[in-house]
């Protein structure tokens, strides 16, 4: 039975987040503390006691999901309840699953996550942008219907079969959703601050690629799926390559599940905030099993 420990990405975040991690745990609360440092500010608070309105800012946002993650991962490992065969992070996942896989250090992951934060926030300030959740159609289909708007919108996250985030411009978006409905979809918008996994967060791209380069990586201890390609990755000059197209490439989260499943494995662990990836594993295929990592 192979596992595989999967890390959410954002959206997943809530009040009181890591709290129970802080107050019973030693290791764990020096780590938030050295976040705080890191950051330059008491994200500890605006997680544990802060408004959802706070916690949605997308630079405290992402790091707070990151902290959450990587952080209970940490604490899985020192009660030998982490043993992973294979790891995969859903876009600011990615970050997480490098760090809980030894790639990078947990200091550089916070600042990496950070600059990406900040990045995507100037972003998504240069032009309005949007998403949204198109189901019940095929992906080739809501591929086939994006190529054909005049505007910015792509595919952005292939979650699940019947269910395709887009992202692009505010009037691609909604042409694209228009279209989508004439053909018997159903189109959600996304409350989300700009069009992530887009070609408009090249700036963002071009400046998270800057930080990534001078950051060090490490051979993980497994296997880590990469959203770009869906697939098993190991050497850091590839893993690193792959990071630095994240942002503006789609991802593969559909094939990434199915891939990790054709390699044998039986048991999804999600570490972090939420129940957003185990929900999407199950409806992949519900043969596998997929629980939370504080049910361990």
């Known amino acids: 039975m192979k596992q595989v420990y999967m890390f959410p990405g954002q959206g997943a975040q809530f009040v009181g987040m890591g709290k ?7 290791q764990c609360k020096e780590m938030f503390e050295k976040a705080n440092e890191i950051l330059g500010f008491r994200i500890t608070d605006v997680m544990f006691s802060g408004t959802p309105e706070d916690l949605k800012q997308t630079k405290v946002t992402q790091p707070a999901v990151f902290l959450h993650s990587v952080i209970l991962a940490a604490s ?3 009660q030998g309840k982490f043993s992973p065969d294979m790891v995969a992070g859903h876009s600011l996942g990615e970050f997480s699953a490098l760090v809980a896989a030894k790639a990078m250090s947990f200091e550089d992951g916070l600042r990496l996550v950070a600059a990406r934060a900040n990045a995507m926030q100037k972003a998504c300030e240069i032009k309005p942008s949007t998403m949204a959740a198109v189901v019940k159609l095929a992906d080739d289909v809501v591929e086939k219907l ?11 996250n292939y979650n699940t079969p019947g269910q395709l ?7 691609g978006v909604a042409a694209a959703c228009a279209k989508a409905k004439e053909i018997g979809g159903k189109a959600i918008p996304l409350a989300v601050g700009g069009a992530f996994h887009s070609p408009l967060m090249e700036p963002a791209r071009v400046e998270l690629s800057e930080a990534i380069s001078k950051t060090q990586f490490s051979a993980p201890i497994c296997p880590v799926y990469q959203n770009v390609c869906a697939q098993a990755v190991t050497d850091p000059e590839q893993i690193k390559a792959n990071l630095n197209l994240q942002l503006t490439a789609p991802v593969r989260w559909t094939a990434s599940v199915q891939n990790m499943i054709a390699a044998g494995a039986t048991n999804f662990i999600e570490v972090g905030p939420g129940t957003t990836l185990q929900g999407m594993v199950k409806r992949i295929n519900p043969e596998v099993t997929a629980v939370s990592g504080t049910e361990l």
């Open 20 to 26: 129970d991690l802080y107050e019973g745990n030693a």
């Open 76 to 78: 899985l490992e020192s």
């Open 146 to 156: 994006c190529a054909e708007i005049d505007d910015v919108v792509v595919p952005a």
């Open 165 to 171: 985030v887009i992202s692009g411009s505010i009037e």
